[in-house]
């Protein structure tokens, strides 16, 4: 089987793509309300437009990955994504920005489904997790990142005397009034450059086990008519509902409520989430070596909870450090839901895995509900739905029950010597 030290990088690479386009709705929400005067309930539905883009995509995507191979399907995915992205720089309008956030949604999901097989393979088996770690710490710096371009492009693009390459070219492309809209110019060259680049790579042949293939249609329905397949579906649902929910309306409730500027003070609050998010990783890593995972979960939804009340309901500096807490108590959930999910079914991994990911739709269907709770009660009833996600990632760590355990050095040092 080849291996390509390259290839892995570049798939770094493209996990930090990923992560550029798809966290980026929690700064652009106010302008999002602003531009195009629509009320909290019509801005969660553009996030909802681009998050159930993965529960649609998600299995097809595997079909696809098995059928073409993962090099054109991610050519293509990544072409989809410039497509929506240009499409939406030229029009941007509710109706238009509809669509775009779909189609670019749906070519995230598609790399999300081709690049983890591909990952194994280049970087060799026993490398794996190695590789998952670094490529969600590059997942994460993305996330950190892309609110710091927003709130550089938004504060320079209206002042003429900024006259550095970039923003002459996006200034010259974006209409004067919607400074905000040139992040998408910018995600169209970086989907495109990518594109080009995968023409040029060489990629080793991937071979899947027949237990990490899409499987069969038969294979889900076993899969679907097993009730605790569909509680762990409800753990993704739930995870990424928190997650997005978080990080998409944070910026919005600190303007509301605390007058703090979404341009700038309230964009960084949003890269503080995904940057302690992507720090919780590494502690986590180092946690799971000590501790059972269900212990872990049950400990960081606790933070979280309490961090997410002190957020909602604590002054504006405490609100403004809470927020991006609840990035930190967040981060070990979702390795961890996904680890006790697969290690808790003995077979169908690969088709157990795709109706995992269509849990991701969370992201979209608890942004919208935050959103029309928000306009009939306040943003602070709405962000309180939290509440029940977070719950119920709370309870997994109690009624979940894996056929293995994660392996800790006590349980290591405990092994019967052959």
């Known amino acids: ?30 302008d999002i309300i602003r531009t195009f005067s629509v ?18 995509m998600s299995i097809p995507a595997g079909f696809l990955v098995e059928s073409l191979r993962e090099k054109p399907v991610m050519i293509g995915a990544f072409l989809a994504a ?4 240009i499409g939406f720089a030229l029009h941007p309008t509710y109706k238009v920005a509809f669509v775009s956030l779909f189609v670019i949604g749906g ?40 609110p710091w371009i927003y709130s550089y492009l938004v504060v320079h693009l209206p002042y003429r005397q900024d006259q550095g390459l970039l923003l002459h070219i996006l200034r010259r492309l974006t209409a004067e009034s919607y400074p905000w809209v040139s992040l998408y110019w910018l995600f169209a060259a970086i989907a495109g450059g990518m594109a080009l680049i995968l023409v040029f790579i060489r990629f080793p042949a991937v071979h899947h086990t027949m ?37 998409n309306w944070m910026s919005q409730f600190l303007g509301y409520y605390h007058g703090i500027d979404p341009h700038t003070t309230g964009a960084r609050a949003v890269s503080w989430f995904w940057g302690l998010m992507t720090s919780g990783c590494l502690i986590g890593v180092l946690l799971l ?50 680890s006790l999910s697969l290690n808790s079914v003995a077979e169908h991994h690969g088709s157990f895995t795709g109706i995992l990911s269509t849990g991701i739709m969370g992201g979209a269907i608890v942004s919208v509900i935050i959103g029309h709770v928000g306009d009939r009660i306040g943003l602070r009833g709405g962000m309180a739905l939290l509440y029940l996600t977070l719950g119920y990632v709370w309870s997994i760590g109690f009624w979940s029950k894996p056929l293995i355990n994660n392996l800790t050095i006590t349980a290591k040092a405990s092994e019967p010597t052959i």
């Open 211 to 247: 237990d990490e293939r899409p499987g069969t249609l038969s294979m889900y329905k076993g899969l679907m008519n097993r009730p605790l397949v569909w509680f762990y579906f409800g753990g993704i649902f739930a995870y990424v509902g928190c997650e997005q929910g978080t990080s």
């Open 107 to 146: 070519g995230m999901a598609t790399l999300q489904v081709a690049i983890n097989p591909l990952l194994r393979t280049a970087g060799g088996e026993e490398h794996f997790a190695l590789n998952e770690t670094l490529a969600q710490v590059c997942f994460g710096s993305a996330s950190f990142l892309s």
């Open 82 to 85: 410039m497509s929506g992205s």
């Open 1 to 30: 089987m080849a291996r390509s030290r390259s290839l892995v990088y570049l798939i770094l690479v493209v996990f930090f793509v990923i992560s550029l386009l798809t966290n980026i709705f929690g700064p652009i929400v106010p």
């Open 289 to 338: 070596r000590i501790f059972d995972s269900r212990r872990i979960l049950i400990g960081a939804a606790t933070g979280a909870l309490i961090a997410l009340t002190m957020a909602l309901f604590g002054p504006s500096l405490l609100s403004l450090v809470a927020f991006p807490m609840v990035g930190l108590f967040a981060s070990v959930m979702w390795p961890i839901v996904i």
């Open 39 to 56: 009320d909290l309930g019509a801005a969660g539905f553009l996030v909802f437009a681009f998050f159930i883009a993965y529960g649609v």
